[in-house]
């Protein structure tokens, strides 16, 4: 499956190695790496949508395109996939949520 990244942390988070965004653990660093291997891997987006350890449930509006992956730390990630005629694609976005301030 092909892989695109709406932001750029992402993208260098899953191709440098060495890369580590400010403000994330290490555990969460290794599960978006796993994620991404898995992307790699699958050949359909059902491939990685049945993978459970990854914890990607479908999108609350119910459009059959969206998911969303969660990390440990709480962190979510929006996936949309793409099917053309034969290639399949995820892309990854960062959901950033507000905090409210007390």
Not at 3 to 17: G, I
Not at 24 to 31: G, L, N, R
Not at 82 to 93: A, G, P, R, Y
């Amino acid at each position: 499956m092909h892989r695109e990244y709406m932001d750029q942390v992402l993208k260098l988070l899953a191709e440098e190695s060495a890369f580590r965004p400010v403000g994330w653990s290490a555990q969460e660093v290794s599960e978006f790496r796993i994620l991404v291997q898995c992307a790699r891997a699958a050949r359909l987006d059902t491939d990685l949508r049945n993978t459970r350890m990854l914890r990607i449930v479908p999108d609350d509006a119910g459009d059959s395109s969206k998911g969303r992956a969660t990390l440990s730390s709480g962190r979510v990630l929006n996936l949309t996939f793409k099917n053309h005629s034969s290639q399949c694609t995820v892309v990854f976005e960062l959901l950033i949520t507000e905090v409210e301030t007390p």
